[in-house]
């Protein structure tokens, strides 16, 4: 795992962005695999400003999200589709046609989550994913457990996940309780990984990714077993 440490947000953001430019030159029909939540927000508004100067394309680009929240509507504003589309789609040159996130409204989550492993592998996999993580250690909605899942599945929140996301809503009562998430098996199916941590507050998950142990009880570390990671992390979640 190469880590890459940097002073505040905004270099993670750089980085993480350049990282992403890069593999997009090199392989203009790049597939994607994409984070939300607020850390890769930096990252996304400096990959719109490399879009608008004509510095990356999107047109042939295809990506899929890690997870969304179950059940919501594609247009409810806090649902993962509409963050996608706020946060980036909507501002590049990107076919909408070729930008997935699980179906939060699917009638059967089972079959949903089966297709969306399926269209993943038929796209040739993933070239780059993005991660954050949680300050539990989970990656997408991966939450600590004695198993973990491999393929693409729905999950019960933890009470410290949906409490760490109630800011997003009006209310914590507002926040689902299940998702639909990427397993840790899709995840590792990645040809790169990159994960942004940032605050001091993911401090204890950075530090358990970085020592020599697995463990369950922090999804995050299984990302160890991976041949290309890379861990870019602000000197608060660095240090504490």
Known sequence: MELILCKNYDEISERGANIIARAMIDKPDCILGLATGSTPVGMYKRLIEMNRASWID????????????????????????????????????????????????????????????????????????????????????????????????????????????????????????????????????ARKIILLASGKNKHDAVMKLLDGKLTTACPATMLKLHPDVILICDEAAYNG
């Not at 589709?81 to 909408?96: A, G, P, S, T, W």
């Not at 796209?123 to 491999?150: A, C, K, M």
């Open 58 to 189: 999107f047109s042939r680009t295809t990506t899929f999200n890690l997870d969304e929240y179950y059940p919501i509507s594609p247009e409810n504003s806090q649902s993962y589709r509409y963050f996608m589309n706020e946060n980036l789609f909507n501002h590049v040159n990107i076919d909408k046609k070729n930008t997935y996130v699980p179906n939060g409204s699917a009638a059967d989550a089972e079959a949903e989550c089966k297709a969306y492993d399926a269209m993943i592998e038929n796209s040739r996999g993933i070239d780059i994913q993005v991660l954050g993580i949680g300050i539990n250690g989970h990656i997408g909605f991966n939450e600590p457990d004695e198993n973990l899942i491999t393929g693409t599945h729905l999950t019960a929140l933890t009470e410290s996940t949906i409490e760490a996301n109630a800011r997003f809503f009006d209310s914590k009562d507002e926040v689902p309780r299940h998702a639909l998430t990427m397993g840790i098996g899709s995840i590792m199916r």
